[in-house]
């Protein structure tokens, strides 16, 4: 089966850059992002210097392919009827009432994806689950699919995305692996094959694995919990060598050149953040649950538990310097997004780090290359609970990087290499993400 035209519904980022790449390299098939949310889609039609997703390399590709094979539109029908294959491509981020609040995965995105695709579908359908979700959430897609009245075959794939923020269109060209996972059935594996025949434009077909559609979700899940688990680990043990003299970076070097566990995902920080390791993993401890399996449940949440220690051990370590009193102590925030080279800062360390210090008294003064000014107001609205004028008095955003004036403290908490070479009295400096040479405090470092 030759795919035509894809619709992806979603354009965020995921969206945005995998069917940007998905674009340039099959210029034969039409792709059309569809999003309900009409500014986004504004911005994505709008200066390539002020795209919803900031990504090295995305606004080269978009300069390419917008309105030759890719288009950006709110038309979520016009985009379904035509499509023969729809991604989708929505947030589901950890719910926030009802059954498994604070667990459990918000569905009704993606349930909404299904409704609307059961109600504009006049044709057969490809309809692929690309955001990250629960095992066997297909099931709850296939019967919203066939309350459609027409005699319409939808076939459900699953194709989890692995890319991470700051490196996403360098991972989508090169690929580890690309997942799918799709039904034995004859109409399945077509599917399935049509797909596979989209990647193979330029991902090699030995590194396109496909397997039953239950263990494609929960591939996802599990490497996400994987990632973050060594970065609980890492971390944990950096706690331990604050006590005993041993140094976290010589200790993760000597342990990641064990070939059998690698050097990646080693770093000792103040905590990952990001939309996804922790929402995912409390995914998974619900799921592990919801089947009985209480140990199982346990060991995944102690990585989310050690990743809150690590925040709180960084930031009371900052607050006891001061002898816990901020008063009209300036501190330099240095990062706000949940690691360099993105803009986004969603579960940030930088929010919660940032709050307590404010809290504690000090006078704060934010800068990040690349999180918006607005962003981090909404940030602070939502996440902090305050309006920002109620704290303006005492916490400002600058546009620079304002590192070469007196602070009582810097704090550094996105790894920016712009941070890598301050000219600033390193004494006074607490490094959040290691990456500084003799810092006041670093990380598991004594
Ligand atoms: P996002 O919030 O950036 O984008 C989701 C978009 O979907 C939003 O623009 C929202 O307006 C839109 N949307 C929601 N419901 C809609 C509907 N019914 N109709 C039309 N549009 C709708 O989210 P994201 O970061 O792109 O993540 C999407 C999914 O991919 C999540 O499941 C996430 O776990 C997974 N994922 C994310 C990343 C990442 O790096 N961000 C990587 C891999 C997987
Ligand atoms: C992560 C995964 O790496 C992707 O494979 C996955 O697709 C994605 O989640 C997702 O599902 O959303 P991402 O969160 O974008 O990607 O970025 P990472 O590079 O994984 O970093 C996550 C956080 O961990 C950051 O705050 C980073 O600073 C921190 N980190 C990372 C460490 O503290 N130490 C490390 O060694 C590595």
């Not at 795919?3 to 674009?23: F, R």
């Not at 990250?132 to 075959?153: C, D, F, G, H, Q």
């Not at 269109?169 to 094959?193: E, M, N």
């Not at 000792?268 to 919801?290: E, H, P, R, T, W």
Request: glycine content about 6%.
């Amino acid at each position: 089966m030759k795919i035509k035209n894809i619709c992806c519904i979603g354009a965020g980022y995921v969206g945005g850059p995998t069917m940007a790449v998905i674009a340039l390299k099959s210029p034969e098939i039409n792709i059309t992002v569809v999003d309900n949310n009409k500014e986004k889609i504004k911005q994505w039609n709008g200066s390539l210097e002020s795209l919803p997703v900031y990504e090295p390399g995305l606004s080269e590709i978009i300069k390419k392919v917008r309105s030759k094979n890719l288009f950006f539109s709110n038309d979520i029908k016009g985009a379904i009827e035509k499509s023969e294959m729809i991604f989708m491509a929505v947030n589901t981020p950890t719910k926030k009432d009802g059954e498994g609040a604070g667990m459990a995965a918000d569905l009704r995105y993606v349930e909404n994806c299904a409704k609307d695709i059961a109600k504009y579908s006049k044709s057969d359908k490809i309809v692929i689950e690309k955001s990250t979700l629960p095992v066997r959430t297909a099931e709850k897609i296939r019967e919203i699919l066939e309350e459609n009245s027409e005699k319409i075959n939808f076939e459900i794939l699953s194709n989890p995305e692995f890319l991470a923020e700051g490196t996403a269109i360098q991972d989508l060209f090169k690929s580890d692996r690309v997942l799918i996972g799709g039904d034995k059935t004859k109409s399945g594996q077509k599917a399935v094959k049509a797909l596979v025949d989209i990647y193979a434009n330029w991902i090699p077909r030995e590194k396109i694995l496909t397997t039953n559609v239950w263990s494609s979700e929960l591939a996802k899940l599990a490497s996400n919990a994987m990632l973050a688990q060594r970065i609980s680990s890492i971390n944990s043990l950096s706690a331990l060598c604050e006590k005993t003299g041993a140094n976290i970076d010589e200790l993760s070097n000597a342990i990641g050149m064990d070939h059998r566990i690698g050097p990646h995902f080693l770093k000792a920080s103040v905590g990952f953040g990001g939309s996804c390791f922790k929402k995912d993993i409390l995914n998974l401890v619900y799921l592990c649950q919801f089947y009985g399996l209480n140990e199982v449940a346990e060991y995944w949440h102690q990585v989310v538990k050690i990743n809150n220690y690590q925040k709180n051990r960084f930031t009371e370590t900052i607050i006891q310097h001061f002898k816990g009193n901020l008063e009209d102590k300036k501190i330099l925030i240095l990062g706000w997004a949940f690691k360099a080279n993105t803009n986004d800062s969603r579960e940030s360390a930088s929010i919660f780090v940032t709050q307590k210090l404010f809290e504690a008294g000090a006078r704060i003064e934010i800068y990040d290359p690349k999180v918006e000014r607005n962003n981090i107001i909404k940030d602070i609205n939502l996440e902090w609970g305050y309006a920002f004028n109620q704290v303006s008095k005492r916490v400002s955003i600058k546009d620079k990087n304002l590192s070469s004036d007196k602070y009582d403290a810097y704090v550094i908490l996105t790894e920016y290499e712009e941070f890598k070479n301050l000219q600033i009295d390193s004494k006074l400096v607490f490094d959040g993400r290691n990456i500084f040479d003799k810092p006041l405090y670093s990380i598991g470092k004594s």
